[in-house]
């Protein structure tokens, strides 16, 4: 079951940070898969820390690491088998002793990505998908990073380059090449705490407009001393008279689900971080954890209180590894000042899997499985983290209620619409001027945020992320809150000279890629939505086709388990129904059909058996 | 159990609370599709063919437990459509023959075609490249066949709990895979239990091939559903 605390500070566990996926082959695989196991108590929750560190020790997780890892854990292998190749960081192949993780999101698309990529295949010697030869460097792609605001970027042995030109890879790979620690290829480091000794990171925090609630300053552990004062029923008394709702996007809330989790009756709670903020496009969590990360744990042991937790778990997504030690330290540094006197924070580890952002799906990955979601009812409120109540809210959120508790629910009110109370943090990025966090008031208009931005030529935005809704100029009036244009924070600038379709394709392969899997609708439906959208970018679409994907959106979007089927068909539905023209454009008027049969593509194959050349031009 | 009342589609009904929307509907002679549904197993709501709207929102029949009072909409031209559209992506999602296959006429992905009068999906064909599994020495599991429902991952586990079937990889590459070792280990019992569990031709004892002819099976005669409406 459960092991509790973490060992604050403990930097013996720093293996992801540097040799993240190193390759040391070791004598005695099997002892020290062994070793791995024992050293994180066979305990079935750890999983992906035992899979991660058997990466890091034997460059991948082989068929027989994997068998090993079973037999130690006493799981069947097919168990193991189905984590390890759940998630995108973990590989049963070799990764190479540096493995670089290219960020393959729309804006790094915007920002430069194909040039990065042909430098990186060009000065290692081999292409996107493979490892060179020697086994020394590894070349992979990566959904956001969250790094939006500085791409290209890409994460090398768990250490994140931005800002990428073909020079920066040169040298990078140079030193890769001469066997230098990836960390020393880090020549300046970013604005901020990235500074700092632990991080020393070249993440710029790019903070370009600071509110009233997370980013002004208050005094450490005077909210938790604040709420210590008060009752836990008037904690949450105080969240409900905020309206404060979640800040992951979805907007439940929050003084509700802390009710229901304390009302909820188990033999402890929990309080889970969401810190797995995977929708491209967002990246306030990350300014977040690097510069107040002690406002967010003061957050969660407001929250405990509030729910009757004693213990909390931050699952930070993989890509942010960097900042674990960093954290650890804060941790180790609140519990010496006494703010978590009575509350202990253990951070997870996530590996690489956008659907962990959906709650139930974090709690079964920080419980050590696959990332998929769970059927409802229960709610994680009433059955999470290993069965016990449990409140997963998004790393905002806690933030904000430190505000709230400090200032109280009525003042927060005052802020934002009726519907929408607050501020709201948005990662802007794209093509605009100044890409960065802005901490907005609820109901900021679309043309607002542009003007400060300075995004004035945009002729799209994307407002949510690839799950959120794609406008154009008519709407850019629109309001950014619950009853309007939604956002967990992402805001993606378009500007007069891309091709909006190339954007939604890459939105949808994102979610082909991302899909968990479990459910028809989504695991099928949206391989079957690009499929479609390739057709008619092609030109081999027809009126009827424009009808059908529309139509095909609606069945996945009404069919889907969980947000991510239910919401993964809205790049498609919301550019059909605001840049209509553009797929207009692209189809044949005048046809009913046409068809996609590719003759000399056909025949390729039984041509070069039989040694003869496809008559392509004669078909 | 407290007796609670339910609407189905306009239809009062009793049912138990604790029961979900698919066991009450059953009880009430109403067909609610299903495919990863099986009696007796814990629901996974994978395939989603029970859709069915309550207070406006779709629900899993299968995993939704009843509740006092609810209003059930399922038998409507949206909610057909939908279930319509699911057999269509799952027949295009795997590689089904049909004609050669050993559970021609017991297969309930072929029935569920029958019943929405399929006659082509809808949907381009993916024609995925998916493995055979004859390995072990009691069964054969065609990845070709498999709709992934997981009733063989809930309903068969070796005797001390562990899993012999499970999900690997994900999204639209995810697939059932076996633990040959423990698999190894079937008896012939829960080999045969395995294979009639599956709704599918995925997996199939060996050495027992076609012991009814093909005419003579489950859904040769009569509709899916036929049995409960």
């Known amino acids: ?619 | 159990m407290k007796e609670i009342t339910i609407k189905i589609d306009g239809k009062e009904c009793k049912a138990k609370s604790g029961q979900t929307i698919v066991e009450a509907a059953k009880a009430n002679g109403i067909y609610i599709p299903t495919l990863c549904h099986y009696d007796g197993l814990k629901p996974a709501g994978t395939c989603r063919i029970c859709t069915v709207k309550v207070g406006g929102r779709n629900m899993a029949a299968c995993t939704t437990p009843v509740g006092e009072g609810m209003v059930i909409e399922s038998n409507t031209p949206e909610l057909e459509e939908i279930r319509k559209a699911i057999v269509e992506m799952l027949f295009v999602e795997g590689n089904h023959m049909c004609p050669t296959c050993e559970k021609s006429g017991n297969c309930e992905l072929q029935a569920m075609g029958y019943r929405y009068r399929m006659m082509v999906p809808r949907f381009p064909y993916l024609f995925p490249v998916r493995p055979i599994n004859a390995k072990t020495p009691k069964i054969y599991i065609d990845g070709n066949r498999c709709i992934q429902c997981l009733r063989c991952a809930r309903g068969v586990l070796a005797p001390d709990g562990k899993k012999i079937f499970g999900l690997v990889k994900r999204g639209g590459k995810a697939m059932i895979s076996v633990d040959e070792e423990l698999a190894a280990a079937l008896t012939d019992e829960q080999a045969q239990k395995a294979m009639d569990m599956c709704p599918v031709g995925a997996i199939l004892r060996k050495e027992a091939g076609f012991k009814v002819p093909i005419g003579s099976r489950k859904f040769d005669s009569a509709q899916i559903g036929s049995d409960i409406e």
């Open chain 1, 1 to 619: 079951m459960f092991l509790p605390v973490i060992i604050f500070g403990n930097l013996e566990n720093n293996y992801f940070i540097g040799s993240f996926y190193s390759i040391i082959i070791k004598e005695g695989t099997m002892g020290s898969i062994k070793g791995i196991v024992e050293k994180h108590g066979k305990d079935k929750t750890r999983l992906l820390d035992i899979i991660r560190d058997v990466q890091s020790d034997l460059g991948c997780v082989s068929e027989e690491s994997v068998l090993q890892i079973a037999k130690e854990m006493g799981l069947s292998k097919v168990e193991v088998d189905g984590v390890v190749t759940f998630y995108h960081f973990f590989s049963k192949t070799p990764v190479g002793k540096y493995s670089v993780y290219l960020n393959n999101s729309a804006v790094a698309y915007m920002m430069g990505y194909s040039e990065i990529q042909k430098a990186f295949e060009k000065e290692v010697g081999c292409s996107f998908g493979q490892t060179t030869p020697d086994g020394t460097i590894g070349l992979f792609t990566t959904s956001c990073i969250g790094m939006n605001d500085q791409e290209p970027a890409a994460i090398i042995n768990g250490t994140v380059f931005t800002s990428l030109t073909a020079e920066k890879v040169r040298d990078i790979v140079s030193g890769m090449k001469s066997g230098k620690d990836v960390r020393d290829l880090v020549k300046q480091y970013g604005d901020g705490l990235n500074q700092s000794e632990l991080v020393k990171s070249m993440v710029n925090n790019n903070i370009q407009k600071k509110g009233q609630v997370v980013f002004s300053p208050y005094e450490t552990g005077s909210a938790i001393k604040k709420a210590a004062s008060m009752t836990p029923e008037q904690v949450i008394e105080e969240m409900k008279i905020s309206n404060l709702r979640g800040r992951g996007g979805a907007g439940f809330p929050t003084g509700m689900k802390w009710e229901f989790c304390r009302k909820a009756e188990g033999a402890k709670h929990y309080v889970v971080c969401n810190a797995d903020e995977g929708e491209p496009g967002t990246f306030k969590d990350r300014v977040i954890l690097t510069e107040i990360p002690h406002m967010l744990f003061e957050g969660m042991a407001i929250a405990g209180f509030a729910v009757g937790a004693k213990e909390g778990i931050l699952y930070l997504r993989a890509e942010y590894a960097y900042l674990k030690a960093y954290l650890e330290n804060v941790l180790s540094d609140l519990k010496k000042k006494g703010v978590l006197a009575s509350f202990d924070i253990k951070i997870k580890l996530g590996a690489g899997a956008y659907i962990c952002g959906e709650e139930s799906a974090l709690i079964e990955s920080a419980e050590g499985k696959r990332g998929e979601p769970r059927n409802r009812p229960p709610f994680p409120v009433q059955y999470g983290y290993l069965g016990y109540p449990t409140t997963v809210n998004n790393v905002e959120t806690f933030c904000s209620a430190v505000k709230i508790v400090l200032e109280g629910g009525a003042w927060y009110k005052k802020m934002g619409t009726a519907q929408s109370a607050g501020t709201k943090l948005l990662s802007v990025s794209g093509d605009c001027k100044k890409p960065g966090i802005y901490e907005v008031e609820f109901g900021t208009t679309v043309k607002t945020l542009l003007e400060e931005c300075e995004g004035r030529t945009a002729v799209a935005v994307q407002v949510g992320g690839p799950s959120g809704s794609c406008i154009g100029k008519k709407d850019f009036g629109r309001r950014i809150c619950y009853d309007d244009l939604a956002t967990g924070g992402s805001v993606i600038i378009i500007g007069p000279d891309r091709n909006i379709l190339d954007v939604v394709h890459n939105f949808m392969e994102f979610f082909v890629e991302e899909s968990c899997g479990w459910c028809v609708p989504c695991r099928a439906g949206n391989v079957l939505l690009l499929k479609k959208l390739e057709k008619i970018m092609n030109g081999k679409g027809t009126k009827s086709d424009l009808e059908e994907i529309e139509s095909w959106c609606k069945i996945v979007k009404a069919g889907s388990r969980c947000g991510l089927g239910q919401t993964s068909p809205n790049p498609i539905l919301t550019t059909l129904q605001n840049f209509r023209e553009i797929y207009d454009s692209k189809i044949n008027k005048d046809l009913d059909f046409i068809t996609e049969f590719d003759f000399a593509a056909a025949v390729k194959d039984s041509c070069e058996a039989a040694g003869r050349k496809p008559h392509a031009e004669e078909h």
